[in-house]
């Protein structure tokens, strides 16, 4: 009996756990969810989280006092005669120990410093475009996934009226009420959409694929919600010309970084301009002589002379200006560019949008019509069946079309509301602070 109850006790237990996980399993995947799940596994940004300490350390270290200098030596020892190599027996002969400590100004001491702020601020900025990236990235390949699935349950749907259709065809050619024309036409329209159906599977598959490449195997749950691809993040859709202007454009992650690397190679021209003045060395010394002899203490200043400035230490001056307009320049281009392409995106979704109402208002109601009326005329015997299933195919056509178009307007609303990262998706991390363009350096005369 007891043998009996536990066999029937694990087996129970057995089906229930069998039951039981693929319901956890298949837990539905939001797209928030998914973006989180990509930033998490990014490699992208566990590479940039370390370009980041990297600065941080380095701007630490850039401000100090270069590390003194140990100096050990030996002064005039002889090398012939009675006295050759004796450290003590020729008052000339001392042992000596020193240090020299080398002093940068203070102002070429804040200027490295201030070179590896800007480096901290272009590590951060990148790290801000790269999460930028993978939530864009990640929403488009979610957005992918979620409207191949909804065109196959759309083709599900109308695959089982078609089956439907074929099978009273048939009867009604055996019952002398049809015709085969009626058949064929059937039967052509159900193999047709077996085919559309499988191109479907095979973009739903690589969706899937496409998903996977952020997320890992989370990719093959289920998809929960829509995407909210009639509206930005935190923005008033009726102020959208100015919230994308020109100044707006400039907090941009990947902008932010060009932003910083100007002012980057600003710091090092006024570095370039501060080493027109030459550092000074202290240094001190103790020397030992033999004991019939006074010991003797050193000091000593090392000035640098600048011998040739016009051919050396300016020209290095002119090259680091030129690498300054560079930058700008860069910065500059990339700013016109960036706002020409996001004006662009910005027209196609509101034009999408208005587009994607027009089919839902107007051209699906009409196309629905049509294929209705279609079927009643085929009912009542004042049309053929060829005529029913165009009819129906052009419904089918026209919501794939719809279908097409919401999906073209959804991955440009993702283009346009990841060009910053949703920084509240992860954990309230703090976003990097946007460098502002510095004013021009002057060459010294």
Known sequence: MLSGYLIRS??????LAQVTAPLWATEPLSLREAQQLAAARSPQLVAQDALVRAARE?????GQLPDP?????IDNLPVNGSDSLSLTRDSSTARRIGIMQEFPRQEKRQ???ERFEHELQRAQAQRQMALANIQRDTALAWIERYYAQNMRALLLRQLGETRLQVEGADIAFRGGRGTPADVFAARTALIGLEDRLSQIDRQTRSASL??????GPDADRPLLGQPDWENLRD?????LDSIFSTEQLKQQPELAVLAAQVEAAETEARLAQANTRSDWSVEAAYSQRGPSFSNMVSLGVSIPLQWDPAHRQKREVGAKLALVEEARAVYED???SREAEVRGLLNDWQSGIERVSRYTSQLLPVAGNHSEAALTAYRIGKSDLANALAARRDEIETSIQALTLELETARLWAQLNYLTPDNAQTNGAT???IPTLPVSVKEQP
């Open 235 to 239: 923005r008033d859709s009726r102020r």
């Open 210 to 215: 496409l998903l996977a490449r952020w997320i």
């Open 431 to 433: 976003p990097a602070p």
């Open 69 to 73: 200098v140990l100096k050990l030596g």
């Open 58 to 62: 380095m701007l630490i270290s850039a």
């Open 10 to 15: 694990v087996a129970a237990a057995a089906l």
């Open 111 to 113: 200027l490295k410093a």
């Open 334 to 336: 990339r700013l016109q």
